[in-house]
């Protein structure tokens, strides 16, 4: 840890027990696979986690796997084997990165966790096209090597106010899927378990929501890379008391910081909003490049994408299709707009960095004016960053660095 | 120390730039290299030149500031670096003290960066990852054509049936200059035609506003590609008096104005 007090950025004690955590979740979804005791559900990461942990499966995240590989800087190599068979350069790199692990019969979970050797192998892949299209696409590449049945929602994109057509559309999508995951699961739907679970992740997501806001304080008690890794919980847990005890920790510490009047980045003179995916395998160069510039990335749309208000106990499916479809990713640009624009309020932004992510055009927001349109607006300045979040062949280090440094001067200059 | 000194060093991944300047400002040095495979060298090498041009030595400098590609490889003579698009600002805004957009062509990228008339940066783009419109794609382009580099600006003069390249990119705008050279088009209209397609991939890259300065190696080398960037834009374009140097002399303007390395 003497790199991170060397460029003036704190550790957060609670990160040992979420690591012990985590080690848990991943355990736990090996033995479930080795054994066969539990069926394995994989699921997108926004797709219907409640609904298959209150059937009995454990469920396995492949974009978490994918962000592992980027995490970890494995993903530049694997994802050439994917490029190969046709999966092109151009598409989602969690995508290409997690596929050609697959083809090379690699994963970082074997490296992290002695005993682990492979991904757990699924009974049923579980989607939602309601981040893109692209994680169908994937499943689909699975469902044909593997063998195994793959179902989900396709969900409407682009959308304004979320509607009841909206839902009602969705709510039915996911009551479709149950019969086959009954089969598979080869037990009942148990509805007072799906509201438990369901009321278990809103809990979560009301914690992971309080955690992210401790960053309203000047200075943040925590960064947008400590986010990006401490929200592993909200997206691999959700629904699980784990998942709650975890926050509830996490919460305390940073509110502790904040009485103490500890900022997560020493002397925090620059407050700044990024919007899109992290660069996996540049977390710790771009923390250490904000701290090192005095600036501390606060806030994100990223790590704020699995707060969902729309969880609802009384009324699991329903609270599910409108939490699922009220999500960021899922919205139309002017809807984008305004919450951005409510964020650099609530966050005192003084800056913004839209990440133009080479193979996500979903999380790339700097693509139809709206960095242009929310500057005029506000009056808060915008930097656009070219890069990936797994494929490093798109990322430039030296112009990253270039631009940032320059951005900060630019924020000096204009306060 | 009387008549101090001030020493800009843009290093940029192609040329190296040093710029001398006095307490007024006024440039009293200056010179430019390639920057080679060793930064440190070329550029005590630049500066010894550039001092040698102020009747100056080692001993008079005061305080000096690096920027560019390198700008942390001068650590014989600064430790105090400003990012390109600062000094190329600043450098610019010395000559043209209003408010302006600034575009720099230079080696290996494209800069445009919006001035207010305080000379405060409201909005700064760099080009993307590719060669497209820099002056790598220049290079390359001379080297498919057989021609040296100093040849384009004349010949492009020349043209009177401009070859049109429709490409971003530069391995598909050399295809398209074998191409043009397959069907006897003549060198000088396809030479116009790669100025034309440097032009527009850098007016992609942002709006411009009223007054618009032009900098960078390209520019300086190539006035015809001012010419033609102020008939494409539809009013003229300024140009300081040494584009190439904008970003040295930005450079040295803060090591003018920087106390915090020490005073006199
Ligand atoms: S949203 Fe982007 S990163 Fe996530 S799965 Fe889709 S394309 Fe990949």
């Known amino acids: ?415 | 120390m009387t008549n101090p000194l001030f020493i800009g060093l843009d290093i940029g991944a192609s040329r190296t730039k040093v710029a001398v300047i006095d307490m007024n400002g006024s440039l009293m040095g200056h010179a430019v290299n390639k920057s080679g495979t060793d930064f440190s060298l070329t550029a005590a090498a630049c500066l010894d030149r550039a001092l040698e041009m102020a009747g100056a030595t080692r001993s008079r400098v005061l305080r000096a500031v690096s920027t560019g590609y390198g700008r942390t490889n001068v650590s014989f003579i600064t430790n105090t670096s400003k990012t390109e698009i600062g000094c190329l600002a600043r450098g610019c805004h010395h000559a043209f003290p209003e408010a302006i957009t600034v575009i720099d062509i230079g080696g290996q990228d494209n800069k445009i960066v919006k001035l207010d008339s305080a000379g405060r940066r409201s909005s700064f783009k760099m080009n993307r990852k590719c060669a497209a419109g820099t002056g790598a794609f220049l290079e390359e382009m001379a080297s498919r054509l057989d021609l040296p580099l100093e040849r384009m600006n004349d010949l492009a003069r020349q043209s009177d049936d401009m070859v049109k390249l429709g490409s971003y990119c530069t391995v598909f705008s050399a295809t398209e200059v074998l191409e043009n050279i397959r069907h006897g088009k003549k060198v000088s209209d396809i030479v116009k035609g790669i100025f034309y397609s440097v032009i527009k991939r850098v007016l992609e890259m942002d709006s411009l506003t009223e007054r618009v300065v032009m900098s960078g190696g390209v520019v300086a080398h190539n006035p015809y590609i001012v010419e033609m960037a102020a008939e494409m834009i539809g009013r003229p374009v300024l140009l300081p008096e040494f584009p190439q140097l904008a970003g040295a002399i930005g450079a040295a303007l803060y090591a003018r104005d920087d106390k915090s390395q020490g005073e006199s």
């Not at chain 1, 709510?171 to 679970?197: N, S, V, W, Y």
């Not at chain 1, 103490?260 to 996996?280: F, L």
């Not at chain 1, 979040?389 to 440094?405: F, G, H, I, M, Y």
């Open chain 1, 1 to 415: 840890m003497a790199d991170e007090s060397k460029t003036g950025r704190k550790k957060i004690q609670a990160t040992d027990t979420m690591n012990r955590l985590m080690a848990d979740y991943f355990y736990g979804l090996n033995e479930a696979a080795k054994s066969g005791r539990q069926k394995v559900a994989w699921c997108t990461s926004v797709g219907p986690a409640e609904l298959l942990r209150a059937m009995g499966f454990a469920v396995h995240f492949p974009e978490n796997h994918a962000a592992l590989l980027g995490a970890t800087r494995m993903s530049t190599d694997l994802i050439p084997a994917a490029n190969a068979i046709g999966y092109s350069p151009d598409i989602c790199s969690y995508l290409t990165a997690d596929v050609g692990a697959h083809l090379t019969g690699i994963t970082p979970l074997a490296k992290a966790y002695p005993g682990i050797e492979a991904v757990p192998r699924p009974d049923v892949l579980v989607y939602n096209t309601n981040q893109c299209r692209d994680v169908q696409d994937w499943f689909a590449w699975y469902a044909r090597e593997l063998n195994v049945p793959c179902i989900g929602i396709s969900s409407p994109k682009n959308i304004g106010a979320v509607t009841d057509a909206h839902i009602d559309d969705v709510a039915r999508q996911m009551e479709a899927l149950i019969p086959t995951l009954e089969e598979i699961a080869g037990a009942r739907l148990d509805m007072d378990r799906l509201r438990e679970t369901v009321s278990l992740s809103r809990e979560c997501t009301e914690l992971w929501k309080r955690v992210l806001e401790t960053a309203t304080v000047t200075p943040a008690p925590l960064t947008f890379f400590d986010g990006t890794i401490h929200m592993g919980p909200a997206v691999v847990l959700r629904g699980t008391r784990e998942a709650i005890d975890y926050y509830t920790v996490l919460l305390a510490e940073l509110e502790e910081r904040i009485a103490e009047g500890a900022g997560a980045v020493d002397g925090e003179q620059y407050r700044v909003y990024w919007d899109g995916m992290p660069v996996w395998g540049r977390l710790r160069q771009h923390s250490e490049l904000f701290a090192g510039l005095g600036a501390n990335v606060v806030a994100s749309t990223y790590c704020s994408s699995w707060i969902f208000p729309a969880f609802d106990g009384n009324d699991p499916i329903r609270s599910m299709a409108k939490a699922y479809l009220e999500l960021f990713i899922v919205r139309s640009d002017s809807y984008k707009e305004q919450y951005i624009q409510e964020m650099l309020r609530k966050f005192r932004i003084d800056g913004i960095i839209y990440h133009d992510a080479k193979t996500c055009p979903c999380n790339s927001n700097s693509r139809y004016g709206l960095p242009q349109r929310l500057e005029t607006k506000t009056g808060i300045p915008n930097l656009v960053i070219s890069g990936d979040l797994n494929d490093l062949r798109c990322v430039s280090d030296e112009q990253t660095k270039t631009n940032v440094e320059a951005f900060i001067e630019l924020i000096e200059e204009g306060k």
